[in-house]
């Protein structure tokens, strides 16, 4: 197997590498993954989430390929007039999208759009993400700190979504189409962290309230029943066996590190 590695944010870069490699489907996961609503986020959403997805539709355009698109449920619903997004991340999100539709509607594109919901799951390094950093804090018998965490969020299991792309890498026929990957069930931060507690099982109490409530958060959850019609999926784990695989993880993983201080707070 041969492997090259180069830039996103060049367009020569990208385009070079695709004809090289001439891949037949590309799954784009690369990307400044950060809900900040801060100033300093904007030139990074602008560049790793806008840029460099519109480099890499370009070039698959250029080749033939498809592409297998990672949207989120926090880019707002491109039909809502005058959608304002929530943070620069949303925004670079809800751009990416319409690229993609018009690439597929003016050059053919073959390109699905799967609107990822809350992922969670084993090997999720970012620590400073609500799950890892509130399964590590309480392994380490630290309070997490939180906000009221009376959000609904639909979560959806790590597994479940690699079946997703999968599925949707061999479907030329939803090219130019957004489809929700998620549970359709809505479960509170609180209500999850709660659960998590359970799980863990080490007594430790999390910090409720302690961080403010972000501004202009979606409440959203997942249209499964016409992803379900149109790709054939649906997700498979419960948040019970879910919760259970996390956490069981980060155990593991803990026990093989040396004692360090505790995550910088989630949310």
């Known amino acids: 197997m041969r492997w090259w590695q180069g830039d996103l ?9 695709f004809e090289r490699v001439r891949p037949d489907v590309v799954y784009h996961l690369a990307g400044y993954v950060s ?15 806008l840029v460099s997805a519109v480099n890499v539709l370009v070039a ?3 080749i033939g390929c498809s592409v297998v698109l990672a949207g989120s449920q926090e880019e707002p619903e491109p039909a809502a007039e005058d959608p304002v997004p929530a943070s620069p991340y949303a925004a670079a999100k809800l751009a990416v999208g319409s690229f993609a539709r018009m690439l597929h509607a003016l050059h053919g594109l073959k390109v699905v ?25 309480l392994l380490q ?17 790590v597994d479940d979504v ?7 890498s061999s479907r030329d026929d939803l090219a130019g189409a957004t489809l929700d990957i998620g549970t359709g069930e809505p479960v509170t931060i609180r209500a999850i962290v709660e659960r998590i507690v359970e799980t863990v099982g080490t007594g430790v109490e999390p910090d409720f309230g302690a961080l403010p409530e972000r501004p ?7 249209d499964v029943e016409r992803t379900k019609d149109l790709l054939g999926w649906q997700p498979r784990t419960t948040l019970t066996d879910g919760l259970r695989s996390t956490v069981d993880w980060y155990r593991a993983e803990l026990e093989r590190e040396e004692p360090s201080v505790a995550n910088p707070p989630g949310r």
Do not use: C
């Not at 944010?9 to 590498?17: I, L, P």
């Open 9 to 17: 944010d060049d367009a020569d870069d990208v385009a070079t590498t």
């Open 35 to 49: 809900g900040s609503r801060a100033i300093d986020a904007v030139l990074p959403s602008l560049r790793d989430n």
């Open 60 to 62: 698959a355009a250029r």
């Open 113 to 137: 759009n799967l609107r990822i919901f809350m992922v969670y799951g084993p090997g999720q390094h970012d620590r400073t993400k609500l799950v890892p950093y509130v399964i590590t804090s």
């Open 141 to 157: 018998a630290v309070r997490p700190k939180l906000s009221t965490g009376t959000r609904p969020v639909d979560w959806v299991y």
């Open 162 to 168: 690699v079946d997703a792309f999968v599925a949707a």
């Open 216 to 222: 202009l958060e979606i409440v959203r959850v997942a």
